[in-house]
């Protein structure tokens, strides 16, 4: 293999993308333990180091209980998720069955769908739930993660379906052959081996969940809100004030970003094998 750059000149593409990412976080970090005064006047280095933005943080923004909510629901979208997927992934990959080719399809074309076309209907939905049903949907927890469920189920089962096309049949005709069931053979052979694929389809629902604003907060109340919530409505609040809590902003943010970061750290070893679908030779 030949590179397509010198090395010099890779290098200094890789500095250049590299200072790209990381000055703005830098930027975030030395914000959150500057003084708003400082932040507003434009220092890039605090003149004073301190961290009380991060203890104010959770009562200024009330960032706890978005937080476990946040964590709750996504969370609970990932694993229900991946461990959904994966078994429908299996059944469209292994069998043949009419319908099936258009399930596939159905899957690419639901990515294609913007969330804010959907926001109406699905909040119309819900309501009619609570008037014919009798059942509080709005508002809820458990609403907000079918909602995200609902989103999620298709790429993860893609992701799943490209994954196990990667794998050999052989394996699966051994196991039956030693006289393993088809649930036998999804719980002891594909399991085991979809772990990159099913840590991949978990962590981008996780991500959905996490990040989304947009269903958040038509969906939520006070108590049930997620941190995205909540740091919408904080930097809301700020708006037209003497001086914006530009401190306390940037910890918030930081807060809500670390269990992203802390994530990936832990699963990047799956992430890389998921994405480059490398599982099994």
Sequence with gaps: MTRLLPGPMLAIILTVLSAIVLIPVAYIFLASV????GVANGEFWPSTFSLENYTKIWSSVGLAKGLANSVLVAGATAVVSA???????YVLVRY?????????????????????????????????AASYLG????????????????????????????????????????A??????????LVRIILPLSWPGIVVSGIFAF?????????????????????????????????GGAIPLYGQMMAA???CAAPVVILYLIFQRYLVGGLTAGGVK
């Design 83 to 89: 461990a959904m997927s994966v078994s429908i992934a």
């Design 34 to 37: 500057n003084s708003d005064i």
């Design 176 to 185: 039956r052959i030693d006289g393993a069931s088809n649930l036998g053979v």
């Design 96 to 128: 043949q069955f009419g319908g099936r080719l258009t399930i596939l399809r159905s899957l690419l074309a639901l990515q294609s769908v913007p969330g804010t076309l959907m926001v109406l209907p699905v909040f119309v939905l819900f309501s009619s």
């Design 207 to 239: 991500l959905l969940g996490w990040n989304d604003v947009l269903f958040a907060s038509v969906m939520t109340r006070p108590d049930s809100q997620t941190a995205a919530v909540a740091l919408q409505i904080f930097g809301a609040s700020q708006e």
């Design 135 to 174: 059942v509080q949907v709005i508002g809820t927890q458990w609403g907000l993660f079918i909602t995200y469920l609902t989103f999620a189920m298709p790429f993860s089962t893609w992701v799943m379906v490209t994954y196990l096309r990667g794998l050999p049949r052989e394996l699966e005709e051994a």
């Design 253 to 255: 943010s930081l807060v």
